[in-house]
């Protein structure tokens, strides 16, 4: 069976009060949309198609920046869920299969739960998911009779009695496109809002002699997101949910509550994270590597063995090959370090390649950055730069090569070769004695006047 997702993502969010569309504020670096869009992106669907209005230009590109495949239509009025779901008419045009509508504001819906929609379509026409809520507030509530749903009715419609049902839309829908595009045809704007209600097509459909039935999930998948506090709680839940599956998964994490991670995070089997580490995006750790405290990591790639911190920095591009070390306050940005490398005090290695075994000593600096360029360092293997080395780029250190302490290296160092790049020593005898009795005599002096 083909699947069309319709994401829907016209609102504004008034109450976000934020310039930025509501679903492109972030939960765990990633545009709400996106969490929405992966969720859907487990049924392989045919196209993805999403429903864009308030500042849509940039949802398009944030969209298409997910999925390059993505369709965006425009919604340029917010009539309502049904009108913004006949925006998707045209991108529908070819498509045989079924149609299911995710909203780009509820980020948490499961695969497995789509999944399971996708295989409820067999018995109904229509598929709606449905959840117990412990506070029903303003949730539209489903008015069923045995396994049938006989309609949906909104909460601003809604009877005291169909106010005290707990069974409540989600607002996801799955049906044939076709259909789908039919019933909404018929959907008119008579209610308390004067708005287009998608939820309209159950009744719509059950006068057609159709069937539309519930598929339940629980209340934490679908959890929307208006206001600023519950973004945060949002965040918040999505913490606890990785948090707890990457201990599921064989990762030790010592104090689970004290670190972050990105909603693409991997971290393999037998890793062992220390408290109070931040990952940004696109981070991957292999098993069996170490993190340690303080730690904070975006756009890496950590080997099998390795040992980062505590206090490191790993930014874009960073690399590090089985068994390297990272140590405190070592900041690492596009930079490979070979197998069983080692940085481990007070560095910054940036545009750099480091061969394998190489020691990098403390307080080493690659001048990356002439205020206008950036430039390469390439460090042979089994190199030793030693501490205190600037090393200012393009520069090239052969293999086995050493450089002086506290050297400035402007050019390369052939293999095998020490370089010293500092000034000469020089030793006056008796002079610091001398220097501070005068000092001292000066002090006395000022002391009586
Ligand atoms: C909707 C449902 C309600 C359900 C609730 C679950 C309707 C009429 N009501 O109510 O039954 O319990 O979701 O959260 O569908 N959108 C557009 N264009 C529009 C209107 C909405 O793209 O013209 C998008 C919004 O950006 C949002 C989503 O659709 O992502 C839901 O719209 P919203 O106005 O929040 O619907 P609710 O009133 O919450
Ligand atoms: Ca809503």
Known sequence: MSIALIILAAGKGTRMESDLPKVLHRIAHAPMLWHAMRAGQSLEPERSIVVAGHEAEQVAASAQEFDPEA??????????????????????????????????????????????????RAEHDVVVLGFEAADPGRYGRLVTEGDALIRIVEYKDATDEERAISLCNSGVVAADAAVLQSLLAEVKNDNAAGEYYLPDIVEIARARGLSAGVVHCAEAETLGVNSRAELAGAEEAFQQAIRARLMADGVTLQAPETCWFAWDTVIGRDAE??????????????????????????????????????????????????????????????????????????????????????????????????????????????????????????????????????????????????ALGRAKQVEKPGFATRLFDMLKAKKAKQNKG
Do not use: W
């Open 71 to 120: 369709r965006v239509v425009i919604q340029s009025e917010q009539l309502g869920t049904a009108h913004a779901v006949r925006q998707a008419g045209p991108e529908l045009e070819g498509f045989d299969g079924d149609a299911i509508v995710l909203y780009g504001d509820t980020p948490f819906i499961s695969q497995e739960t789509l999944e399971e929609m996708a295989r409820a």
């Open 273 to 418: 994270i220390e408290p109070n580490v931040i990952f940004g995006p696109g981070v991957t750790i292999e098993s069996g590597a170490r993190i340690r405290a303080f730690s904070h990591l975006e756009g890496c790639h950590v080997s099998r063995g390795a040992i980062v911190g505590p206090f490191a920095r790993l930014r874009p591009g960073a690399e590090l090959a089985e068994h390297t070390h990272v140590g405190n306050f070592v900041e690492i940005k596009n930079a490979y370090l070979g197998e069983g490398a080692k940085a481990n005090h007070l560095t910054y290695l940036g545009d750099a390649d480091i061969g394998e075994g190489s020691n990098i000593g403390a307080g080493t600096i690659t001048c990356n950055y002439d205020g206008v360029f950036k430039h390469r360092t390439t460090i042979g293997r089994n190199a030793f730069i030693g501490s205190d080395t600037m090393l200012v780029a393009p520069v090239t250190i052969g293999d086995g090569a050493m450089t002086g302490s506290g050297s400035v290296i402007t050019d390369d160092v052939a293999p095998g070769a020490l």
